[in-house]
């Protein structure tokens, strides 16, 4: 899998995690931006997948699916903590 603008080191992870130990385990994670934006970069696919998709011909669909393997992915990122707010293939 190739990710697209993915980076060393984000600005997020050098956030302090505000969690507690007892509250490590507990969701909905509440108040603490480093544990929610690793919530969403753990989120991501790091390994080759499959989609099915109808086939399409002169932009029209052919009534068969066809099976497309996606080996590269771009992120899309916060402005502020470069966190991932989505991705896209
Ligand atoms: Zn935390």
Redesign the pocket.
Known sequence: MKINNSLDVARWESLD???GKEV?DSFP?KD?L??SFDQRWKSVPQKDFTIKEPEMKNDKPTGKTITREIKKITLHRGDRYQDVIGWSY
Do not use: A, G
């Open positions: 995690c505000k969690c490590i994670i603490c480093h544990c």
